[in-house]
């Protein structure tokens, strides 16, 4: 499955951005899709991720209650809903898919990757 990410921008502090991850080659049916985040100088690091086929989902603490994740059938899109951003959200996010129903953190799980999109949160 090819991911394309997309949505990143420049938003002020406690604005509000949309990504996408779009598939293309098949549908993200029987597959994890995760959200991970590399800021500058730091590791990537895992954000959120969705499991197609119920819809459940995982956070990490520190975006709980301002990101919303989730799956749209029809155009076999995932969305990273981010509301409240910090400048401490400030990375280039990227989507990426594993197949299976469990969820894992762990990014080396994931076997198909987007390309990042850029979110810079000015303060």
């Known amino acids: 499955v090819q991911l394309q990410a997309s949505g990143g921008g420049l938003v002020q502090a406690g604005g509000s951005l949309r990504l996408s991850c779009a598939a293309s080659?098949?549908?993200?049916?029987?597959?994890?899709v995760g959200w991970f985040r590399q800021a500058p100088g730091k590791e990537r690091q895992f954000v959120a991720a969705?499991?197609?086929?119920?819809?459940?989902?995982y956070y990490t603490d520190y975006v709980k209650g301002r990101f919303t994740v989730s799956g749209d059938n029809a155009k076999n899109t995932v969305y990273l809903q981010m509301n409240s951003l910090k400048p401490e959200d400030t990375a280039v996010y990227y989507c990426?898919?594993?197949?299976?129903?469990?969820?894992?953190?762990?990014?080396?799980?994931?076997?198909?990757w987007g390309q990042g999109t850029q979110v810079t949160v000015s303060s």
């Open positions: 990426a898919a594993k197949r299976g129903t469990a969820i894992y953190i762990r990014e080396n799980v994931y076997e198909f």
């Open positions: 080659g098949r549908t993200f049916s029987g597959y994890v």
């Open positions: 969705i499991r197609w086929s119920d819809d459940s989902s």
